[in-house]
């Protein structure tokens, strides 16, 4: 699908980029799509000063220096796909397009004696389209719980990161993936056995946090008339704590200018497009944006935090979709006192795990 609001970010192309990857863990923090107040009281995000002039500095995710060099800062970590002793989830990486490295990391449960079908979750994770990926420890925890919690198979999107892939990139291999997941359909050229026999295709869900929700509310309306749609049910999506924004600002994000400044910079790497904030990808709430309406699922859960600068995106989001003439069922959790995606960074709290009951809870009911 080649629409104007998949390819509005391809006037931009990287100059041959060398990876760096700062493996110090001086920031024990969040480090998804938008960072808690706790980051500026404890950082050590401080400059090298023997290293390249810096040209591009997104904090506190990464800089990118003058002779291309990208230096990632936080989420850099990964951990091998393996059998959980804890949950009893078993893991295994497969790559999905050979020609991209896209990836993908597979989720299996503890199977019932006459293994029996299970709905599948395709998981789109955060970072700002720019670090963490499938295999970062603190997500691979995270779906280590949910497979067991909501008992269903998991595929978790290992999609490639701006700068060096610009969106529409991490859209495209998400969408590749989920396309590869329908080829297991049945009549479909799909071989990966946990894919063709372990998953039933009337219970597809997409889930993601931050800008892996933003990824999932695209592929909403992207799969609607495809190939995918007619291969399988995409019967809801979870958006956790979504990675929405807008140059205009709304609700509480007047009363946090520091971290507001922040959020406004980042979309600038990650989709140089010239629309900046209100590109329909990060503002779907603007003219010209796909409609709500439009969405290729039954039913929609929105979770919110009380403190995350994100939370009144969030909420429009639930009131724009009820308000569309949308035929489905939407539902709203707000978390209070705890900020963006806490529940990948404190996992094993009280409030991580209700959260993921919930999002259980949408899957199962």
Sequence with gaps: MNSPL??????????????????RNTIGLLFYAVVPVAFFKSSQFLMDSSKPKVIHEVVPYLRV?????????L????????????????????????????SARLYRPKLTPNNQKLPLVVYFHGGAFCISSAADPKYHHCLNTLVATANVIAVSVNY???PEHPLPAAYDDSWAVLQWVASHSV?????????????????????????????????ALRIVGSRSAQRMKLVGIGLIHPYF?????????????????????????????GRGNDDPLINPFVDGAPSFKDLGCDKVLVCVAERDILRDRGR??????????????????????????????????????SLVRSVASFINH
């Design 6 to 23: 998949f390819t509005s970010c391809r006037n931009y192309s990287p100059i041959g980029y060398k990876l760096t990857v700062n493996l």
């Design 65 to 73: 220096y003058e002779d291309g060099t990208i230096e990632r800062l």
């Design 75 to 102: 989420g850099t970590e990964v951990t091998p796909a393996a059998f959980d002793p804890q949950t009893g989830v078993v893991s295994t990486d497969v790559v999905v397009v050979p020609e991209t490295g896209v």
């Design 160 to 162: 490639r990161r701006a």
């Design 187 to 219: 009549g479909g050229e799909g071989s990966e056995a946990w894919v063709r026999d372990d998953v039933d295709f009337e219970r597809v869900f997409l889930v993601g946090d931050s800008a892996g929700a933003n990824i999932a509310h695209h592929l």
């Design 245 to 273: 924004w807008g140059e205009d600002q709304i609700g509480s994000e007047a009363k946090d200018p520091v971290r507001k400044a922040m959020v406004d910079k980042w979309w600038q790497l990650v989709c140089p497009s």
């Design 316 to 353: 429009l989001y639930y009131e724009t979709l009820v308000k569309s003439g949308w035929g489905g069922t939407a539902e709203m959790v707000e978390t209070e006192g705890e900020d963006h995606v806490f529940h990948i960074f404190q996992a094993d709290s009280d409030k991580a795990r």
